[in-house]
């Protein structure tokens, strides 16, 4: 019902910045979509040109089959919600939810069922007679959501809607945005998101699909498992996933039981990874591994420890191995039973989860490319 | 003084404790009086003129003192009548209908001017916004001979026209300058909001931004009321039958016509022309000072 399709999307800004460099992203109807990314990766300018907030420098944003390029915003069949809110500071929560449904002439009848249906859902019935100064961020947060509830729009826009919050807070929202998300589809309403945040763990639990971006390009779309056990670049892999993938630079030699080398040591890989890696893919690469693949091991890289932080039911362990540092997750109790006695320790990763990703541009070139 | 006091209060013994109140008392006592001396001579001049429209013509120069020995309204009662067939009350309705297109159309001409200038991109803005601020530096009497002689073609000479209409095109760069300050430090996403809830540029700017700009508005509303009651000079230039004449006007008048000038009338009726001024500044004293420090928007 109502797909939005990204083609070719570009953005030149008046001072002749490019910040988003020709994307293309297709986002069902009904989908969760996620776009992640650092912060000026052009997130915002993105959902803006989609709200018809920013002017489009090139290519197509398509809403429910219909090219919206020259639409307004208010045409488009979207909604927003802003990372400071934005409700209109004059109006009492009431008006602030109704005003676009004044604006487009609907019965008071009307108008007052929709707000008390929203005010209902979202808990807010309360607070209708305040003002937004009276407001605690949650509860505004809330009010902003209703806004754009009310609408009933096709899309649902939001721009780092929590990062006003504080944790605990966040951590609610996040799960009363996802049921609301769940509970509109159910109902076979119009429920099409794209939400965008800087914050990993957002993305991660809210997200149907991710989109990271990097510097106005889209690295990767997947699901978020996909994109966690299998990144299609460096960029993605060290995004995604906390602490950060272990990207260490190093040397890949021998045939179907590849060793990857750095400084004086060496890991063997195995003949499965051998199997996954690209053919021909030898010599300068970079080796990711997650910390929590990377285990105590006799015949694995040696570190001394630098550092150990005793979080409770694992330790994040930081050794030097000499070239470079590498984060190890163990749980306390490996860390207990490891002979600690030099400060120095040795691990291996598990080969299975590990990727190889080439030094330029970063491929992941371990993606079972025999097949 | 204060601050030295509490801090060394848990430590010190009762006696000490007890001097150092005394001495900060002392300290609030000076400074007040201080204060309280220095307001009392900048306000004198009021307060003598407010008290010498109660006194006799004579008793006037004869004393600098404020209060009048045989406190009299005659200064008002004649002052009032004038030596003209109008009254006073004809010169304030006067004054009224120069001042209330003025403010009116002020409010309106740079509200959408500024609004304009603070939130959309056209060719030239630039160099418009520049030429504005320029109007700014220029001198006022520059452009009196060349505006004379252009409203006299128009034939406005002797209406109240020359005396608001430039203000209903947002002849004040100040005023639009103040706004756009002002708008500049509010952010956008209000408008953005609105425009998503399907608001087109001229509802953004009824229903979201002349709320927000609400308290820079009613100062501008205010300096002007206040500017064009006390403006002399343009009523001098452009109105020249005493009928049409407003307060500012009407005050000089009295000293014109009489020979042996009756300052106890000048004096009752310029503080008559002081009041609807103070009134309306004590009234929307809370905005105006919003309006002024521009800065104190809540995103
Ligand atoms: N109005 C603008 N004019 C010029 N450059 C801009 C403007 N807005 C954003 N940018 C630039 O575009 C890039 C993307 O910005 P933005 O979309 O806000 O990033 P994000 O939301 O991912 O943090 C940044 O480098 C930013 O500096
Ligand atoms: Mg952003």
Not at chain 1, 299 to 312: P, R, S, T, W
Not at chain 2, 110 to 133: D, M, N, Q, T
Request: overall charge neutral; proline content about 5%; some cysteine.
């Amino acid at each position: 019902m109502a797909r939005l399709e990204i083609r070719n999307l570009e953005k030149v800004y008046g001072n002749a910045f490019k910040a988003v460099h020709g994307i293309n992203l297709d986002v069902a109807d009904g989908e969760f979509m996620v776009l992640v990314g650092p912060s000026g990766c052009a997130k915002s300018t993105t959902l803006r040109m989609i709200a018809g907030l920013e002017t489009i420098s090139g290519g197509e944003v398509r809403i429910g089959g219909r090219v919206v390029n020259n639409l307004p915003p208010g045409k488009r069949g979207i909604a927003m919600v802003f990372q400071n809110y934005a409700l209109y500071p004059h109006m009492k929560v009431r008006s602030n939810l109704s005003f676009g449904l004044r604006l487009q002439h609907k019965s008071k009848a009307e108008i007052e069922a929709a707000t008390a249906e929203v005010a209902r859902i979202l808990e807010i019935e309360p607070l209708l007679d305040r003002l937004p100064k009276e407001l605690s961020g949650g509860q505004a947060q809330r009010v902003a959501l209703g806004r754009a509830l009310i609408k009933k729009p096709e899309v649902f826009l939001f721009d780092e809607p929590l990062s006003n919050l504080d944790a605990k807070l966040r951590a609610s929202m996040r799960v009363r945005i996802t049921d609301l998300h769940k509970r509109l589809k159910a109902e076979g309403m119009s429920s099409t998101v794209v939400y965008v945040t800087h914050d990993q763990t957002e993305a991660m639990t809210m997200g149907d699909r991710i989109c990271v971006m990097k510097e106005g390009r889209i690295m990767q779309v997947a699901d978020p498992k996909t994109l966690y056990n299998e990144p299609a670049n460096a960029f993605v892999a060290g995004f995604i996933g906390s602490p950060e993938m272990n990207l260490v630079d190093g040397a890949l030699e021998g045939g179907s039981d590849p060793v990857f080398r750095i400084g004086g040591q060496a890991v063997r890989l195995g003949p499965q990874m051998g199997a996954r890696l690209r053919p021909g893919a030898r010599g300068d690469v970079t080796l990711g591994m997650r910390p929590q693949h990377l285990k105590p091991a006799a015949d694995g890289l040696k570190g001394q420890i630098v550092n150990a932080e005793f979080m409770g039911h694992e330790v994040v362990v930081h050794l030097d191995i000499g070239r470079t540092r590498l984060v190890s997750v163990l749980s306390a109790a490996e860390y207990e039973g490891l002979d600690r006695s030099s400060g120095a320790i040795s691990v291996a990763p598990d080969a299975s989860a590990a990727h190889v990703f080439a030094r330029d541009g970063g491929e992941n070139i371990s993606l079972a490319h025999a097949s | 003084m204060t601050m030295i006091a509490t801090e060394t209060a848990p430590v010190a013994t009762t006696d000490t404790t007890a001097v150092d109140r005394r001495r900060a008392q002392i300290s609030a006592m000076v400074r007040y009086t201080l204060l309280f001396g220095v307001g009392l001579l900048m306000l004198y001049p009021l307060i003598w003129l407010v008290g010498a429209s109660f006194k006799t013509n004579n008793e006037i120069f004869g004393s600098i003192g404020f209060i009048p020995e045989n406190p009299t309204l005659e200064g008002y009662r004649q002052g009032w009548e004038t030596s003209t067939p109008y009254t006073f009350g004809r010169f304030f309705w006067n004054t009224f209908l120069i001042i209330l297109p003025k403010t009116i159309f002020t409010a309106i001409s740079c509200a959408l001017v500024a609004y304009g200038f603070a939130r959309f991109e056209f060719p030239g803005k630039k160099i418009l916004f520049a030429s504005l601020i320029a109007t700014l530096l220029l001198p006022n009497v520059v452009t009196r001979i060349p505006q004379y002689i252009l409203f006299r073609d128009l034939g406005w000479l002797d209406t109240y026209l020359p005396l608001w209409v430039p203000s209903a095109f947002a002849g004040d760069a100040f005023f639009v300058f103040m706004l756009v300050q002002f708008l500049r430090a509010i952010p956008r996403d209000m408008e953005e909001a609105a425009r998503v809830d399907g608001a087109n540029t001229f509802q953004t700017l009824i229903y979201i931004v002349v709320p927000l700009l609400m308290p820079a508005l009613i100062s501008v509303a205010l300096f002007q009321f206040m500017w064009t009651m006390n403006d002399f000079l343009g009523p001098l230039i452009y109105i020249s039958s005493v009928e049409k004449f407003p307060v500012s006007l009407a005050l000089k008048l009295s000293i014109d016509t009489t020979e042996a000038f009756e300052w106890n009338r000048i004096l009752a009726m310029s503080v008559l022309a002081l009041l609807p001024a103070l009134v309306v500044f004590f009234i929307a004293q809370k905005y105006f000072i919003e309006g002024i420090s521009a800065g104190g928007v809540k995103g």
